[in-house]
Antibody, heavy 117, light 109 residues
Framework: QVQLQESGPGLVKPSETLSLNCSVSGDAIRHYYWTWIRQSPGRGLECIGYTLSGGITYYSHSLKSRATISVDLGKRHFSLKLTSVTAADTAVYYC???????????WGLGTMVTVSS | QSLLTQPPSVSAAPGQKVTISCSGSSSHIANNYVSWYQQLPGRAPKLLIY???KRPSGIPDRFSGSKSDTSATLGITGLQTGDEAEYYC??????????FGGGTKLTVL
């Protein structure tokens, strides 16, 4: 049974850093691809980036300068940090993982993050 | 603007068949596997089709996928009201992160 669960503050002030964790349980610990995706209200899916268990990380070109994704299998979680947030970063943030790079096999339930003062 | 293009909406009656197209460039579709995701209202996306035409365990064979050159298609037969959802195509290559279509809202009339 694979379970992913996002956690973090639901409200972040503009210019601050958004920090989210995705806790991993069950067979997910054997996965290799760890991905963060977001969905702005009423909009489609946007991949922020993903990291491999081996340590290589890839980021969306538009978010590369502000995003950091890391995985800590020992602590059974992977994380996202997004700096200097603005209202445009308001979205539902999903974590996803899987053993294969050609599919987003398992998804968390998502967590809504609002950027507002 | 999404890198993959999908129609904003499709509709059909219960029991009928519908197809959803996804078009893109050679760098995104032609040279990579396409996957499809179903997002029920208020829920997280769920993997529906991977490797262009394979179904994960538990996905009924009413759902099918195909790909030709720079286009992919999701087919759903025997439409049910429970199929009403947003459907996204996605692809990833070794040089970029995941790219998605803008989503297609399926209405079962």
């Amino acid at each position: 049974q694979v379970q992913l669960q996002e956690s973090g503050p639901g409200l972040v002030k503009p210019s601050e850093t958004l920090s989210l964790n995705c806790s991993v349980s069950g067979d997910a610990i054997r996965h290799y691809y760890w991905t963060w995706i977001r969905q702005s209200p009423g909009r489609g899916l946007e991949c922020i980036g993903y990291t491999l268990s081996g340590g290589i990380t890839y980021y969306s070109h538009s978010l590369k300068s502000r995003a950091t994704i890391s995985v800590d299998l020992g602590k059974r979680h992977f994380s996202l940090k997004l700096t200097s947030v603005t209202a445009a970063d308001t979205a539902v943030y999903y974590c996803a993982s899987g053993a294969y790079g050609d599919r987003l096999e398992y998804w968390g339930l998502g967590t809504m993050v609002t950027v507002s003062s | 603007q999404s890198l993959l293009t999908q129609p904003p909406s499709v509709s059909a009656a219960p029991g009928q068949k519908v197809t959803i197209s996804c078009s893109g460039s050679s760098s995104h579709i032609a040279n990579n596997y396409v996957s499809w995701y179903q997002q029920l209202p208020g829920r997280a996306p769920k993997l529906l089709i991977y490797d262009n035409n394979k179904r994960p365990s538990g996905i009924p064979d009413r759902f099918s996928g195909s790909k030709s050159d720079t286009s992919a298609t999701l087919g759903i037969t025997g439409l049910q009201t429970g199929d009403e959802a947003e459907y996204y195509c996605g692809a990833r290559d070794s040089l970029t992160v995941w790219v998605f279509g803008g989503g297609t809202k399926l209405t079962v009339l």
